[in-house]
């Protein structure tokens, strides 16, 4: 009896999912202007590492914090149109105007910082491809940046969040492979 309760009350708290019309799905993505995405991320490439993520966008910034399991800064980078500031591990301050170029060069780290604020959140803005999955919701999508093919495949979606927002994710190119997995948004 006790394992057909649980069982009735694993069913019950299971956030309903709906097939979507991409288009209204869509639409909706556009119109978030402000959210703040927390959670983790796993890096493998030339350095392997995980840290927690924090990733926060406005309508003319955005902001990334990565620190160790301790609470200790890796990298904070602040963006905005032209102008971009990264604090690294020890403190010191770098300004540039490119996000993913300043990020490349100070930390080695390479990642599509000027996508990830739409594609965060299931928008394949400015994407050389992309696919939907059956609840039709993006799945992949795929961008050539630079000559490097950049893949980022949704694996699972939070349903929580009105819209429908990505809860797990892998983000690829050739010797990279970055895992994203959000833990809790905030739309504002």
Not at 46 to 75: I, Y
Not at 100 to 119: A, F, K
Not at 127 to 152: E, M, P, V
Not at 169 to 175: N, R, T, Y
């Amino acid at each position: 009896m006790a394992l057909c309760l649980s069982l009735l009350a694993g069913c019950v708290s299971q956030p309903e999912h709906t097939r979507t019309n991409w288009d209204t799905h869509q639409q909706a993505l556009s119109q978030l202007s402000s959210y703040q995405a927390k959670g983790k991320m796993g890096y493998k490439g030339d350095q392997r590492f995980g840290a927690n993520l924090l990733w926060e966008t406005t309508s003319s910034h955005d902001h990334l914090l990565l620190t160790n399991f301790l609470g200790s800064t890796l990298l904070r980078l602040d963006a905005r149109p032209g102008q971009v500031t990264l604090v690294n591990n020890e403190g010191k301050t770098f300004r540039g105007a490119d996000a993913t170029q300043l990020v490349g060069e100070l930390t080695g780290l390479r990642l599509p910082i000027d996508q990830m604020r739409d594609w965060l959140i299931g928008l394949p803005t400015a994407a050389d491809t992309f696919q939907l999955n059956a609840d039709g919701r993006l799945s992949y999508l795929a961008k050539d940046i630079n000559g490097k093919l950049w893949q980022l495949d949704y694996n699972e979606y939070d349903y929580t969040t009105t819209p429908a927002l990505p809860k797990r994710m892998v983000l690829s190119s050739v010797g990279v492979s970055i895992t994203l997995v959000i833990h809790n948004w905030s739309i504002n």
